[in-house]
Every structure is written in structure tokens, then in C-alpha cells.
């Protein structure tokens, strides 16, 4: 893991969760007990879990889905590197680019924050299209405004709900 940068501020961040290998709903609720024990993180308020239809390549299996938020002292990078060390302890393997996955943790937003280089966008690229982050994003922060984009609300007029259900 890169070296970790200290702050005193809490930032308030927000984790999209997301598995369809390897018993789905047990893989993401141990994600959230692992996310509420990362160092530099407090307060962890989750959603509830939701299937969802696969997004990409056809033949797999419905996802389970939740949304989390956290407070971190972490830098951007750093709650990054803590993600994805989180999902090599589910043996994520990375072969298909939306591909069937034991678990994927996607840092949604970090605060107010616009970011944009090689290893990570923010707000999510995807965030505005996808029901199974909009819907539960809106279960735990419902006056939530995207930096730099639209407020919760608009995003959920313009987005299906499609066959997302919570569970």
C-alpha cells in the first residue's frame, strides 16, 4: 500500500458495493463490517442490499448491491489502495471488464471533490446511470448534491429503476 497521507479533516465519503460470485449477499455484508474497521474511518452508514440485473457481459448471474458512506481521514489514494486490498481478501479477479466479480468497492464520491487522473475518477463516471448506486445513495443521503453535477433527486427522474429490488 502507498504511503498514507494523515489528516485531521473528515471527509464524508461514499463506497458503492457489488458482488454476484461466491454467495453475493455474504460477500457484501462482510465488505461493510470490513469498511467499518478500516483505520481512519469512522461513522459507517449503510444501505440496505438490492439485486440488481447484471451490467455487461450476458450469462451471469444478478448482482447484490449496497451504498455506504464513511468518514475518513484517508487521502483519495489511500481509501483507494484500502478498497481494493478489501477486495483481493474476496480474491477479486480482474479478467473481464464487467465481468462476474466476488466483490467490487467503488469509491463513489470523496466529499466535494472533483478528481481525474490514472487511477480514479470522482465523482464515479458512472454514477448518474446506474439505479443500483442511485437508489440506494438516496436510502442514506437523500439531499445529497454530486459535485460538479446534478442533486440526487434530478439524477433519480432520469434514471430507470428497472428490476432493482431491495432485499
Known amino acids: 500500500m502507498a504511503e498514507t497521507h494523515v489528516s485531521n479533516h473528515w471527509t464524508r465519503c461514499f463506497i458503492g458495493l457489488g458482488s454476484n460470485l461466491e454467495h453475493p449477499v455474504t460477500q457484501v455484508s462482510t465488505a461493510l463490517l470490513e469498511l467499518d474497521r478500516l483505520p481512519q474511518c469512522r461513522n459507517l452508514t449503510p444501505s440496505s442490499l438490492y439485486r440488481s440485473d447484471p451490467v455487461g457481459p450476458p450469462g451471469q448471474p444478478d448482482y447484490i448491491n449496497a451504498v455506504a458512506s464513511l468518514e475518513t481521514t484517508l487521502s483519495p489514494l489511500d481509501l483507494l489502495d484500502a478498497l481494493q486490498a478489501l477486495e483481493q481478501q474476496h480474491q477479486r479477479v480482474r479478467i473481464q471488464h464487467w465481468g462476474p466479480r466476488t466483490l467490487d468497492l467503488d469509491l463513489l464520491l470523496y466529499g466535494d471533490q472533483l478528481i481525474n487522473n490514472e487511477r480514479l475518477t470522482v465523482p464515479h463516471p458512472y454514477l448518474q446511470e446506474r439505479s443500483f448506486v442511485l437508489y440506494p445513495l438516496a436510502e442514506i443521503a437523500p439531499q445529497l448534491h454530486i459535485p460538479n ?14 428490476s432493482l429490488e431491495r432485499i
Open 149 to 162: 453535477q446534478k442533486s440526487l433527486a434530478e439524477c433519480l427522474e432520469n434514471c430507470q429503476k428497472g
